[in-house]
């Protein structure tokens, strides 16, 4: 039966049981993934071209210096499986350096967001088939069946990873070996630790536009969950945990006030916040621990001058 129902109407039924059980916590929160609507999508690509977002620019650069070595660590006829596909920039990079790419799975929850990265990716590789996935990625999702034969490569761009807690990490990196099966490979941005002002200016800049990027989370609940968020009564807040070794993005109340979604009441205290991204950064040992514990292992790691970020090439173990 559930292969019957639109993928668009499970999602939307995912994002109100993840809203009412996210905002029912002591701590408020929402899952970041539903902050890339096509709205969302859009700011992040803005968010993507600011100064003093280092992340996107630095993992172009080594992609664009590396982009051979990649290639043969990839191998020819490569079936790329990317996970939240985006506007798939740093993907050109990846698809023109590699021996004759047999196909492109792009998988991203923002479903006119990911046709607009197809049409592109269709007129930039006419020879290349491009299957596109409508899925939230952290969740369980089928490939398409009939994808051509050839080895298949996970490409994981971004920093996305550090998005997810040690336990969502860990079962994310296992579905990836599984969508790849034996003697495949994995691809993926890694943000690495630095100083904290770098890293909350990088998530809290200067025109505003990550708060905006933040912020249209609340108005996408309006929009779709019959909320009645006053959006301007929140504020976007950037904050370094240093347990968790993380940037949080909040929502700060700015007073008092109480707000329905799909008919449900919810309260807020003046200063109250909802917790709406986490942004892990690793060293390069914790990458190691944590993809062994996946099944994979470390057999690459790309990076820039500073060691701001890292691209690491991931092979299956056994």
């Known amino acids: 039966m559930l292969d019957r129902v639109k993928p668009q109407t499970l999602q939307n039924a995912a994002f109100r049981d993840d809203v009412i059980e996210g905002l029912s916590r002591p701590q408020k929160t ?14 992040f690509e803005d968010i993507t071209q600011l100064a003093e977002y280092y992340p996107t620019r630095t993992e172009t650069a080594i992609l664009r210096r590396f982009a051979g070595d990649i ?9 790329v499986i990317e996970y939240g596909a985006g506007a798939g920039v740093k993907t ?17 929850i923002a479903g006119d967001f990911l046709a607009m990265t197809v049409h592109r990716m269709n007129m930039t590789f006419p020879a290349m088939r491009t ?16 994808l051509p034969a050839g080895r298949r490569m996970a490409f994981f ?11 969502q990490a860990e079962l994310f990196l296992r579905r990836m070996r599984h969508h790849v099966g034996l003697q495949g490979r994995a691809v993926i941005g890694i943000d690495l630790l630095k100083d904290v002002d770098t890293l909350r200016a990088a ?13 249209n989370l ?34 700060v109340s700015l007073g008092a006030c109480s707000v329905t979604v799909d008919g449900q009441r919810f309260r807020f205290a003046p200063g109250e916040t909802i917790h709406t991204e ?10 190691a621990a944590l993809v062994e514990m996946a099944g994979w292992t470390l057999e690459h790691t790309w990076t820039d001058a500073d060691a701001a970020f890292a691209v690491v090439g991931l092979g299956t173990v056994g």
């Open 30 to 43: 929402l899952p970041s993934r539903w902050l890339y609507d096509d709205i969302g999508s859009a700011l």
């Open 218 to 251: 609340l108005s996408r609940i309006n929009r779709e969950l019959e909320g009645d968020f006053r959006v301007e009564g929140f504020k976007h807040v950037a904050r370094w945990n240093a347990a968790e070794r993380a940037i949080e993005m909040h929502l």
């Open 157 to 167: 761009p971004g920093s996305t990873l550090g998005n997810l807690d040690t336990t």
């Open 278 to 287: 986490s942004s892990r950064k690793y060293d390069l040992a914790g990458i």
């Open 71 to 79: 290639a043969a660590f990839t191998g020819p006829n490569a079936v």
């Open 203 to 215: 998530y809290d800049d200067a025109q505003g536009v990550t708060a905006a990027f933040n912020r």
């Open 92 to 108: 050109k990079l990846v698809l023109d350096a590699l021996d004759s790419p047999a196909a492109y799975v792009p998988v991203d």
């Open 131 to 146: 299957w596109p996935v409508v899925a939230d990625f952290t969740t369980e999702f089928r490939l398409p069946s009939g």
